[in-house]
Nanobody, 121 residues
Framework: QVQLEESGGGLVQAGGSLRLSCATPGRIYSSAVMAWFRQAPGKDREFVAAFRWGSQVSKYAEGAKGRFTISRGDANTVTLQMNSLKPEDTAIYFC???????????????WGQGTQVTVSS
């Protein structure tokens, strides 16, 4: 397993923006899929966004469409740009790596420790 490391979380007011980053050691192959999930207190981990590294074909949760953008960052990093944040976006956000462009957390083999995002009303 590859250890991923998230950064960029924090406290923001509703309507604001945050940019999360996920660093992964070593080369990311074109077939790799990078994803973001989140988990709010008392809730299951849920899919946010994913994309295939080489083709950059992406997939978003319905609530993320039009507000969040997953993309390549510098070197071997993946970013999640989050705009128009809402209090219900408050959660721990996790970066994940796999080989299937899927919304199922069980299909991803490497995970980070997570970064807290808190959106105040």
């Amino acid at each position: 397993q590859v250890q991923l490391e998230e950064s960029g979380g924090g406290l923001v007011q509703a309507g604001g923006s945050l940019r999360l980053s996920c660093a992964t050691p070593g080369r990311i192959y074109s077939s790799a899929v990078m994803a973001w999930f989140r988990q709010a207190p008392g809730k299951d981990r849920e899919f946010v966004a994913a994309f295939r590294w080489g083709s950059q074909v992406s997939k978003y949760a319905e609530g993320a469409k039009g507000r969040f953008t997953i993309s390549r960052g510098d070197a071997n990093t993946v970013t999640l740009q989050m705009n128009s944040l809402k209090p219900e976006d408050t959660a721990i956000y996790f970066c994940a790596r796999g080989t299937s462009l899927t919304t199922m957390a069980s299909e991803y083999t490497s995970w980070g420790q997570g970064t807290q995002v808190t959106v105040s009303s």
